[in-house]
């Protein structure tokens, strides 16, 4: 490659679902990279990524490959994160972490930039990327809170297959093929990989994100209600969530219900409020039905919302749809954008 301005970026997980999307987000945002440096396990050392025109070899993820790396970005699972981004960090780079490591730990900043983007200013080299479904809701949230504050907020989720991996994807494609060839179904991977028991994808809906914690909610769960809290710095916030996986290949959908604290609250202002708030795109014209859908989100870096409407029986209760491509704002493009402001805002050296 050849010299340009700009930073030496490391991708770790570079071949993943996220990790691509990774790679397309810096050349689609013409973000200055000097040297990309495509990391992934040892199985892809040797392959190559494409960006911006040329092959780029992949390498194996150890403490040695962040020599002289400026930013890491890693979406390659939390146990690589355990193991290495603490060694990129040692060895001068600034590290945006995809996966649940750290996003609860008090001295990491958990980061949405329209939500909480000064958070990034103190950071000890590690910034954390919330959930996915996390973090298409806090958009939406954000701009109702400055507006009517915020007590309560109930969300089931709709979230598609990508969101577990390149492996579950072509699950749901395998068991789509058998079920309609008439053919066996044999489920692997979902709900969670890692678990003994699986079930079926194709034309089901799994009530199951993440592993199971004591409580009975699903880690996917918690990390929806905790990171909530923590990126809108409300513990007193209530957040009740409930994540189902569905089988389409891209975006995660949200019906979220939300209770306010200004009772002069309406659908019409809160359409106002929605139209005009950064990173959010308001399609909501029962009249003409219109509305986002998984399908019309895809590709997108914004978060789209709809369906807003009042609750009947409490004047305070708004519920809203919302939709965005979950490997896009819901990951790439989110560490991408906290990068940007690395970049714009002079934080990217310690
Ligand atoms: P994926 O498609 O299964 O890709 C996994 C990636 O991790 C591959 O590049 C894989 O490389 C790499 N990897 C696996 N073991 C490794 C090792 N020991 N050392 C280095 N690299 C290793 O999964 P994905 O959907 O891209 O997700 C990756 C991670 O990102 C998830 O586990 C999760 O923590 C995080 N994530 C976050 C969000 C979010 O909400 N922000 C959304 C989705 C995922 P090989 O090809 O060489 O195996
Ligand atoms: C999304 O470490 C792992 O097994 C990864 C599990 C995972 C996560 C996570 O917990 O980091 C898969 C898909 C996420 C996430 O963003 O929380």
């Given at each position: ?79 690589v ?90 699950e749901?494609?395998q068991q ?37 914690q ?20 409300m ?11 569905l ?29 005009e ?45 919302v939709?965005s ?13 906290i ?12």
């Amino acid at each position: 490659m050849g010299l340009q301005k700009g930073y030496r970026v490391a991708v770790v997980g570079a071949t993943g679902a996220v990790g691509q999307k990774m790679i397309e987000t810096l050349e689609k945002r013409d973000f200055p990279v000097q040297t990309l440096l495509p990391l992934a396990s040892k199985r892809s050392a040797g392959k190559t990524v494409s960006y911006k025109g040329e092959e780029v070899i992949i390498q194996e993820a150890n403490p040695e490959a962040f020599e002289g790396v400026d930013l890491a970005l890693f979406s390659a699972g939390g146990s690589v994160s355990r193991q290495l981004a603490h060694e990129a960090v040692k060895r001068g780079a600034v590290v945006v972490d995809n996966t649940s490591a750290f996003r609860m730990d008090a001295d990491v900043p958990l980061v949405v930039p329209e939500v909480n983007e000064q958070d990034i200013s103190k950071h000890n080299g590690i910034i954390a990327n919330p959930n996915c479904s996390t973090i298409q809701m806090v958009v939406a949230l954000e701009p109702i809170r400055k507006a009517f504050g915020l007590k309560r907020v109930i969300v089931s989720t709709y979230q598609a297959v990508s969101g577990a991996g390149t492996q579950a994807v072509e699950e749901l494609k395998q068991q789509t093929r058998d079920f309609l060839n008439g053919n066996e179904v044999t489920a692997q991977i979902l709900p969670v990989k890692s678990d003994e028991k699986h079930y079926p994808i194709a034309f089901n809906a799994l009530p199951q994100i993440d592993v199971f914690q004591d409580n009975g909610y699903t880690f996917e769960e918690m990390k929806m209600i905790n990171e909530t809290k923590k990126i809108m710095h409300m513990p007193e916030l209530k957040v009740a969530a409930t994540c189902v996986r569905l089988p389409f290949f891209t975006s995660h959908a949200e019906s979220v219900y939300v209770e306010v604290e200004d009772d002069t609250a309406s659908v019409d202002k809160m359409k106002e409020i929605l139209s005009e708030a950064e990173g959010v795109v308001l399609e909501d014209d029962p009249a003409s039905q219109t509305y986002p859908t998984p399908l019309s989100a895809e590709g997108k870096l914004d978060v789209l919302v709809g369906r807003i409407r009042q609750d009947l029986d409490d004047k305070k209760g708004f519920h809203f749809w919302v939709v965005s491509d979950n490997l896009l704002k819901g990951a790439a493009w989110n560490s991408v954008q906290i990068a940007e402001r690395l970049v714009k805002n002079n934080w990217l050296t310690r």
